[in-house]
């Protein structure tokens, strides 16, 4: 099975020729800066060029590799600072794509200058940089989104239409795992590395909670878990099950140092929804439960996956009060995130 990013590499390259869908940007379009250059910036641009689209902008800590990803991509403009993003009017929105724990530096400057944010998972480190971020975007006007797939691709929308419907019955278990295998031979990589706040939880157990919380109806309260660290103090693998007021529950597996399939088994009355490789999922199988019968969902591609969160936050943008709720799912995952994390004993060191 390919890794992530050898995955959207192959997605991209059987959606190049093909025209390009007119139903997924449908709001005003913004000019966009990027913040960092590494592998899920460049996809950013290689997904907005399948659209006709290009990143206005760029910064960079290294300004030489901002330099190289311009040419690459056609950007415009190269920052030699931050600051200098901040301060173009030409910029409406910035994309955010550093690590984990430098998040909540840029998103303060960013969202002080009045620009609209998509930031990519884990959008902060807690929820208390969270909340800050929030505060700081509703003083200043912007929007701010979090970029985890889950919430943006098509397939969720529509599977969610169904399931409120009350076409599937009462959702009753969410089963998720994710497993990647990451050697241990550099613990300094952001994987196991604790000062790039690594860890399976940050970096893939937000897709695992996020799909689970939203097709549940309300936040779980109760969550009973097991973890297991890596020598660096990071977590590596954990084990989780949770239940909501209204009785469903969620059953979740983890591990950076294992395979196991990107799966998640959404369990109603009616049927059950099994999605395979979910965090940029357009297909999934509907399994009903009186006969059997198999029913086969597509909706969205795979190759457009960051094209619909640029899409979202667009539409965020232009008063669309459904996608500015997104950032409430984002909100009860990391309030998930830091309570398992406490409970394992992973602290980073920007929160000692």
Known sequence: MPDAATAAAAAYEAA?????????????QLSWAVVGCGVVANQMAESLA???????????????????????????????????????????????????????????????????????????????????????????????????TILHMPLYRELLRRARSGEFGRMNLAQVSFGSYKEYGDLTNRFYNIDLAGGAMLDIGVYALSIMRLFMEGQPTE???????????????????????????????????????KRAVLSFDRCYVEVA??????????????????????????????CYEVADLEAAVA???????????????????DRLRADWGVVYPEER
């Not at 190049?16 to 005003?28: N, S, T, Y």
């Open 16 to 28: 190049k020729d093909r025209p390009f869908p007119d139903d997924v940007f449908g709001a005003p």
């Open 50 to 148: 399948l659209a006709g689209r290009r990143l206005y902008g760029v910064a960079n800590r290294t300004r030489e590799k901002a330099v190289a990803f311009a040419a690459r991509h056609g950007v415009e403009r190269v920052y030699d600072t931050v600051e200098e993003l901040y301060a173009d009017p030409e910029v409406d929105a910035i994309y955010i794509t550093t690590p984990h724990n430098t998040h909540i530096r840029y998103l303060r400057g960013a969202l002080a200058a009045g620009k609209h944010v998509l930031c990519e998972k884990s959008i902060t480190l807690n929820s208390a940089e969270l909340d800050e971020a929030r505060a700081l975007a509703e003083r200043s006007g912007a929007v701010l989104m979090d970029a985890t």
């Open 223 to 261: 969550v009973v878990s097991l973890g297991n660290l890596a020598a660096t103090g990071v977590d590596e693998a954990g084990g989780i099950v949770c239940r909501n007021p209204e009785g469903q529950l969620g059953v979740v597996s983890l591990t950076l140092h294992s395979k196991q399939p």
């Open 277 to 306: 490789e979910y965090p940029r999922a357009d297909e999934a199988t509907i399994v009903w439960t009186e006969d059997g019968r198999r029913e086969s969902v597509s909706c969205g591609e795979e190759a457009y996956a960051l």
């Open 319 to 337: 008063g669309d009060a459904e996608k500015r709720a997104l950032l409430d799912y984002a909100a009860d995952v990391m309030e998930l995130m």
